[in-house]
């Protein structure tokens, strides 16, 4: 795992994460949005560090990464944890098992519910195939790059670390997603949490993801966006995902 921080280190903490097969630069316009408030700290999740290739294992290693690199430069706190997709459930492992002081938490598209073995298998079959193709630089993957999954200045982004991901990354991440199992938080009961989410594709698990969350935390803040697909409300409109999370961010602020 790599760390990159921007700002001032003397500014309350925003801790971003990415999700799978996303490169930590997908969070480069939120970092310019709100360094002049926030002391920005973006992790390269492991085997998405295309200068140090490494494996992904499972959500709680990354988990205990990220919460042992926050413990030595932030004191083992942060003002804001935002996690995107898969960095979503790892963002909620941090809030849960207590690893983080949080004060508020910003969940976008997180899959925190399970899936089917079959789910799993397929998703896993997919994404080999697309990890394959992507080394191969294969015609079709590229030219639907940014039609079916990135805006397509994050290509070379991707395919930095693409080229260096092994197939077990994929399948630990696919288990590790797929095999999610929630647990209430036992601390943390005073931390804001917003949870955004589309309603299209494959957003059904972000949704009742969301209906989870509000089960066991009554005061989180629901967002839905109609005709948004997975994640696109911050890939593809990231002006407009900073305005809705700095609007939570400021109601919070003052209750």
Same mark, same amino acid.
């Given at each position: 795992m790599q760390f990159h921080s921007f700002g001032d280190a003397q500014k309350p903490p925003m801790l971003l994460i990415h999700g799978m097969l996303t490169p930590w630069q997908i969070w480069e316009p939120i970092a310019a949005h709100f360094t002049s408030d926030y002391r920005i700290i973006i992790p390269a999740l492991d085997a998405h560090t295309a200068e140090a290739p490494s494996e992904f294992v499972s959500i709680t290693a990354e988990a205990d990464a990220i919460a042992q690199y926050m413990q030595q430069e932030c004191g083992g706190s942060a003002a804001v944890v935002c996690g995107l997709s898969m960095g979503g459930a790892v963002a909620y492992d941090l809030f849960a098992r207590g690893l983080l002081k949080i004060g508020a938490l910003v969940l976008d598209g997180a899959p925190l519910t399970g899936m089917p073995a079959i789910v #799993?298998?397929?998703?896993?079959? =997919?994404?080999? =195939?697309?990890?394959? +193709?992507? +080394?191969? #630089? %294969?015609?079709?993957?590229?030219?639907?790059?940014a039609k079916d999954f990135l805006p397509v200045e994050?290509? @070379?982004?991707?395919?930095?670390f693409? %080229?260096?991901?092994?197939?077990?990354?994929?399948?630990?991440?696919?288990? @590790? !997603?797929?095999?999610?199992?929630? +647990?209430?938080?036992? +601390?943390? #009961?005073?931390t804001r949490i917003l949870f955004l989410h589309g309603d299209k594709g494959n957003?059904? @698990?972000? !949704? #009742? =993801?969301? @209906?989870?969350?509000?089960?066991?935390?009554?005061?989180?803040?629901?967002?839905?966006?109609?005709g948004l697909l997975h994640t696109e409300l911050l890939t593809r409109q990231p002006a407009r995902w900073c305005r809705e999370v700095e609007s939570f961010l400021n109601q919070s602020n003052r209750k």
């Open positions: #799993r298998i397929v998703m896993t079959q =997919s994404y080999l =195939s697309l990890i394959r +193709k992507s +080394k191969q #630089r %294969d015609p079709k993957i590229m030219q639907r790059f994050y290509l @070379a982004y991707y395919l930095e693409a %080229d260096t991901m092994s197939e077990n990354s994929i399948r630990n991440m696919l288990h @590790a !997603v797929c095999g999610f199992r929630f +647990k209430p938080a036992e +601390k943390q #009961r005073e957003e059904a @698990a972000a !949704v #009742r =993801s969301a @209906a989870l969350m509000k089960q066991y935390y009554p005061e989180t803040e629901e967002r839905n966006y109609p």
